[in-house]
T-cell receptor, first 114, second 114 residues
Framework: AQTVTQSQPEMSVQEAETVTLSCTYD???????LFWYKQPPSRQMILVIR??????QNATENRFSVNFQKAAKSFSLKISDSQLGDAAMYFC???????????FGQGTTLQVKP | DGGITQSPKYLFRKEGQNVTLSCEQN?????MYWYRQDPGQGLRLIYY???????QKGDIAEGYSVSREKKESFPLTVTSAQKNPTAFYLC?????????????FGPGTRLTVT
């Protein structure tokens, strides 16, 4: 069974600063992958970034990057140069390549202060 | 424009009535999923379907039913047997890209049962 845990219910960051959201996971699968999704007040889920477990290199998408520590089962999201539009709930999710179904963490609400 | 459509955005029902939530996609994705989101919580998988005429239970399937008669459509019925049906329901579809299923979400339906 897979589990995904986000231990920070809320975080805040000053505009233009950097913030890191934490996520830990547990799985017995060898072929798995991890995602971060963003859910703004509109409640539309938006895919932010993905990481394949077999890849050593951390994924990066513009201002968003991950720190994937396989041995520690940690998958944190770093947001650089935070913008007001980054304010949202962020979900970490894990899945396997056979079914595509995802297990989600509880979410972290990010507040961006002007 | 390709995308996932869920209708209606808000749905109200009386206790004891069955209600069907619509999900349509024109992305030509094979797999489709239904999730439930409760306030302040992550998403939990209800049902998923990887091909037409086939579907599997997720983690919280009790009180729900689905059908997959067409590739584009995956309606969810919330039956009167579901004890706490009031929630936000999200439909997703996925495509395998680089060995990974990337899930894309519809805008969601907020169901209120009184």
């Amino acid at each position: 069974a897979q589990t995904v845990t986000q231990s920070q219910p809320e975080m805040s960051v000053q505009e233009a600063e950097t913030v890191t959201l934490s996520c830990t996971y547990d799985t017995s699968e060898s072929d798995y992958y991890l995602f971060w999704y963003k859910q703004p007040p509109s409640r539309q889920m938006i895919l932010v970034i993905r990481q394949e477990a077999y890849k050593q290199q951390n994924a990066t998408e513009n201002r968003f990057s991950v720190n994937f520590q396989k041995a520690a089962k940690s998958f944190s999201l770093k947001i650089s140069d935070s913008q007001l539009g980054d304010a949202a709930m962020y979900f970490c999710a894990g899945g396997t390549s056979n079914t595509g179904k995802l297990i989600f963490g509880q979410g972290t609400t990010l507040q961006v202060k002007p | 424009d390709g995308g996932i459509t869920q209708s209606p955005k808000y749905l109200f029902r009386k206790e004891g009535q069955n209600v069907t939530l619509s999900c349509e996609q024109n992305l030509n994705h094979d797999a489709m999923y239904w999730y439930r989101q409760d306030p302040g919580q992550g998403l939990r998988l209800i049902y998923y379907s990887q091909i037409v005429n086939d579907f599997q239970k997720g983690d919280i399937a009790e009180g729900y039913s689905v059908s997959r008669e067409k590739k584009e459509s995956f309606p969810l019925t919330v039956t009167s047997a579901q004890k706490n049906p009031t929630a936000f329901y999200l439909c997703a579809s996925s495509i395998k890209r680089g060995g990974i299923y990337e899930q894309y979400f519809g805008p969601g339906t907020r169901l209120t049962v009184t």
